[in-house]
């Protein structure tokens, strides 16, 4: 065992998750002991910029959420804090006997509780990954997924096509591998999704029969498909990609729109409301992201945003939208603009999620080493996300699997290593971007 300090480095990331875990708590204390920020911030920095070098570095990491907590107990015993040196003292043997708790709870490589799922937590929002159901057998794919996320896609098991192939046959057993798994593992789960393009929607729909008719089977998909789920699963992606602004109405061309009309999208989420009224019903898209950057990006921006809002204003049961945020290192949205997109949507009292984020770096397109491959990809993760977790009502932050092991972008493109994890299951450079972003930092 080193010096307490260089323990305290080795488990620089479970002290920074503590401190967030009790800043978040603390906020609320110090509102109910009358402290303004402004006065907060004051004694803050007087703690912080008091020390020497080393208590200074000490409290940066594991104390300045625990010189709130000590200035809290002092006001909540009514005194009158004055001294920033008398808080110091107190601070120092508070974030002592934490940190030293903190380091004995930690395994001897490991850090027990440096997890996106813990560093998520402490900005109250979900971390998620698309989940394929095939994988979970492996011991790797399921212990990773276990560990660092809180928060599944079905990433193909719930689609139509797959879930219910024919009129009489429905197969549930890959979706119900991955709820289960969730709900052992203490996971919420998001279902992808109901409605998506022709090419997603298996024949017999698509065959030809009256609006009634057609209307029945719909009603009768949803009603099994969401009722079979209800009080198991947390949020469902109602309508995927019904977007298309190459079309007069910029929507998709479909069957749903072509039998049923534009009412189709909130016949859908009036639908999923009747079979399951406590799950959380979301529009998905692509390419909504980055209102600002190019003219094809905001025409989507803007004709998604109006969908929405018309959703909205005829009481439609939406209750936030998913950015998909598959990304091209070499092409990418600015944060400021995702930003922007993500706060209008809030506005209009939804929950906005980023739902398929994935980040392409392939050698062909991309110029650099691999290293500054890697890096450029751990800055796009980090500052969008970054960008995003400040924002009111950003509830979730979901990658399109998390491993390089397994992505859609290989079979799609080629080769390529888009995700958080190397194909061994190692966290590469954009794991610990998004876990910076996640900290706040
Ligand atoms: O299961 C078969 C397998 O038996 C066969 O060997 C293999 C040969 O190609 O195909 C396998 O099925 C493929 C499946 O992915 C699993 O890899 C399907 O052909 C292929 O169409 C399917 O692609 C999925 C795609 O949606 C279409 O459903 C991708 O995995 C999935 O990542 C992708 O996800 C979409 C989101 O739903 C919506 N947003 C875009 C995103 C990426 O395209």
């Given at each position: 065992m080193g010096s307490l300090r260089e323990r305290l480095i080795e488990c620089a990331f479970c002290a920074r998750l503590e401190v967030k875990r009790r800043r978040r708590g603390l906020h609320r204390r110090f509102k109910t002991a009358g402290f303004t920020s402004h006065r907060l911030g004051k004694i803050l920095r007087s703690?912080?910029?008091g020390g020497s070098m080393e208590r200074r570095r000490f409290l940066k990491y594991a104390g300045a959420a625990l010189a709130g907590a000590t200035i809290g107990v002092v006001a909540g015993?009514?005194?009158?804090?004055?001294s920033p040196s008398q808080i110091i003292?107190?601070?120092a043997t508070q974030s002592r006997t934490v940190t030293e708790t903190t380091i004995e709870e930690c395994t001897e490589s490991t850090c027990c509780s440096a997890t996106l799922r813990a560093a998520a937590e402490t900005r109250g929002i979900l971390v998620g990954a698309a989940t394929s159901?095939?994988?979970?057998?492996?011991?790797r794919y399921r212990n990773t997924l276990a560990r660092e996320f809180d928060f599944l896609t079905t990433e193909n098991e719930?689609?139509?096509?797959r879930i219910h192939p024919a009129p009489d046959q429905w197969d549930f057993e890959p979706a119900d591998t991955i709820v289960k798994f969730a709900s052992e593992h203490q996971m919420k789960v998001k279902c992808h999704n109901i409605l998506w393009k022709d090419e997603r929607t298996p024949d017999w729909v698509k065959a030809e029969r009256s609006r009634e008719e057609f209307l029945r089977i719909l009603e009768e998909h949803v009603q099994t498909l969401v009722g079979r789920y209800k009080g198991k699963v947390y949020a469902w992606d109602v309508v995927n990609e019904a977007v298309d602004t190459n079309e007069v109405n910029g929507l998709r061309r479909n069957v749903f729109l072509e039998k049923l009309g534009e009412g189709y999208i909130a016949e859908a989420f009036r639908l999923a409301h009747e079979a399951d009224p406590d799950a959380l019903l979301l529009y998905n898209d692509y390419e909504l992201e980055s209102a600002d950057s190019s003219p094809y990006r905001k025409a989507r921006s803007d004709r998604i945003y109006k969908l929405a809002k018309k959703l909205v204003d005829d009481g439609a049961p939406i209750h936030g939208v998913g950015l998909q945020m598959h990304l091209d290192a070499w092409n990418c949205p600015g944060p400021v603009d995702v930003a922007v997109d993500v706060r209008r949507l809030a506005r209009l009292g939804l929950k906005v999620n980023i739902s398929e984020m994935d980040v392409r770096i392939t050698e062909k397109e991309l110029a650099g080493t691999l290293t500054e491959r890697l890096e450029r990809q751990r800055r796009i993760y980090h500052d969008i996300i970054a960008a995003c977790v400040k924002e009111q009502g950003f509830m979730a932050v979901t990658f399109w699997g998390f491993t390089d092991a397994h992505s859609w972008i290989d079979e799609e493109f080629g080769a390529d290593?888009?995700?958080l994890?190397?194909?061994?299951?190692?966290?590469?450079?954009?794991?610990?971007?998004?876990?910076?972003?996640?900290l706040g930092e």
């Open positions: 703690v912080l910029e015993r009514q005194a009158e804090v004055t003292t107190e601070t159901s095939s994988f979970i057998g492996e011991a719930m689609k139509w096509r290593d888009p995700l994890f190397d194909e061994n299951y190692q966290p590469k450079p954009a794991y610990w971007g998004v876990m910076d972003a996640l």
